[in-house]
């Protein structure tokens, strides 16, 4: 088995169940495992250390995820258009990974939630890029050959999956929002195979 590390930070719940489903389509494609981690919160003041595991979810993530995985896909929720402080402080922290290489020339993709329609879903999708690039990793998006992509009233964009939880996070995600996160985890997989396989 080929593990994809399937990393988030979610608040509410919605990018976790993104998460879960954008690992079920990395698992549709043979020989392939999705590995579900989360980042811990931050706080401006640390009084006590967070618990080496969260009460619930996934475990937390680990810089030997990153080395480990032949992919990522990388998700959180929206905050004024960008991604949450926890996973760009775990980012932020991965400068012996930069400087090694252990990501360049893997492939990436990225996700995330909103509680609007137009609450900066792709610009919080693409602040999720930047730092991927910078580490030499092959982005993902959807294509348009994905019907759901065109017909969703909802979330789902070129960039990466994505949700519209309403503003009291009431919006399940809709049949074309989970289509779309599991067409990202296929292609995903599918194309971390093919790199894998031409190493």
């Known amino acids: 088995m080929s593990d994809i590390l399937v990393l988030y930070y979610s608040r509410s719940g919605h990018t976790a169940q993104l998460a879960r489903l954008i690992a079920r389509g990395i698992e549709e494609v043979p020989g ?25 979810g996934a475990p937390y993530a680990t810089k030997q995820d990153l080395h480990d995985c032949i992919g990522l896909a990388m998700g959180s929720p929206t905050r004024f258009g960008n991604m949450a402080a926890p996973l760009k402080y775990f980012l932020d922290s991965t400068g012996a990974e930069w400087a090694s290489g252990a990501l360049s020339g ?66 399940a995600i809709s049949e074309h929002e989970r289509e779309l996160a599991r067409a990202l985890g296929r292609r995903l997989a599918v194309t971390a195979r093919k790199l894998a396989a031409d190493a």
């Open 32 to 56: 392939m495992r999705a590995r579900l981690r989360q980042v811990p919160p931050v706080a401006p003041v640390t009084e006590v250390a967070q618990p080496p595991e969260p009460e619930d």
């Open 106 to 171: 893997k492939p990436a993709a990225v996700f995330t939630s909103t509680s609007t329609q137009h609450g900066g879903q792709e610009s919080t999708l693409l602040t999720m890029a930047l730092p991927l690039l910078h580490h030499g990793m092959l982005l993902l998006g959807i294509p348009f050959t994905e019907a759901a992509l065109t017909a969703t009233r909802s979330g789902g964009t070129p960039y990466g999956a994505s949700h519209v939880a309403g503003s009291n996070g009431e919006q």
